[in-house]
């Protein structure tokens, strides 16, 4: 089976460029996490979705960052206007939620870099 | 929010030596798992486990929720173990997941 699958893998970009990042999630599992690592702040959740509908996204850090899933098999998260703060490498994980149990299965990820 | 620490921070092994990382929250939790991203950043699943022990091969781990404390055991270590080890717990009642700074593993030949 494939695991989570994330594109692009790299992505160089200029300050105040759109980006948008990409995932398909394992097939049958129904929420899907995004992440950020960075060395400063370590990995950290940035909004996670559960059959398609986000159920917290206080960990996106400003109105630059939107993520969606429209449906079961992918989603998007976007930094529009992006900054070189932004670098970082992004990952997204799914899981098969089921009686509060959460097993994350991790893609492997997306590295920014914002010129 | 919840807190996670990992202990020892740095750990540097020779091949052959056992090792034993933990990770401390500060609230109970439905879910624990131990992941190591290996030095080329993929993150691996190691255990989900929120409670009780499990072993796979030279790995085990035990996790005792009542005392909000994980246990990361790594047996026989050998250098493909060079990595960091985190730990990710979710609050019960939710989903969202904490990770820890995460204990950076090398094992020397």
């Known amino acids: 089976d494939a695991g989570v699958i994330q594109s692009p893998r790299h992505e160089v970009t200029e300050m105040g460029q759109e980006v948008t990042l990409r995932c398909k999630p394992i097939?049958?599992?129904?929420?899907l996490f995004w992440y950020r690592q960075t060395m400063m702040r370590g990995l950290e959740l940035l909004i996670y979705?559960?059959?398609?509908?986000?159920?917290?996204d206080s960990g996106m850090p400003e109105d630059r960052f939107s993520a969606k899933m429209p449906n079961a098999s992918f989603s998007t998260l976007k930094i529009q206007p992006s900054e070189p703060r932004d670098s970082a490498v992004y990952f997204c994980?799914?899981?098969?939620?089921?009686?509060?149990?959460?097993?994350?299965?991790f893609g492997p990820g997306t590295r920014l870099t914002v010129l | 929010g919840i807190q996670v620490e990992q202990s020892p921070p740095d750990l540097i092994l020779q091949e052959g030596a056992n090792s034993t990382l933990r990770c401390n929250f500060s609230?109970?939790?439905?879910?624990l798992q131990w992941f190591h991203q290996n030095p080329w950043g993929q993150l691996i699943n190691l255990f989900y486990?929120?409670?009780g022990t499990k072993q796979n091969g030279r790995l085990s781990a035990t996790t005792v929720a009542t005392e909000r404390y994980s246990l990361l055991y790594i047996s026989s270590s050998q250098t493909t173990d060079s990595g960091v080890y985190f730990c990710?717990?979710?609050?019960?009642?939710?989903?969202?997941?904490?990770f820890g700074a995460g204990t950076r593993l090398f094992v020397k030949a």
């Open positions: 994980a799914s899981s098969l939620t089921s009686g509060g149990l959460n097993e994350q299965f």
């Open positions: 097939s049958g599992h129904n929420s």
């Open positions: 979705f559960n059959n398609n509908v986000p159920i917290d």
């Open positions: 609230d109970s939790v439905n879910n």
């Open positions: 486990i929120p409670s």
């Open positions: 990710a717990v979710a609050n019960t009642g939710g989903f969202k997941t904490i």
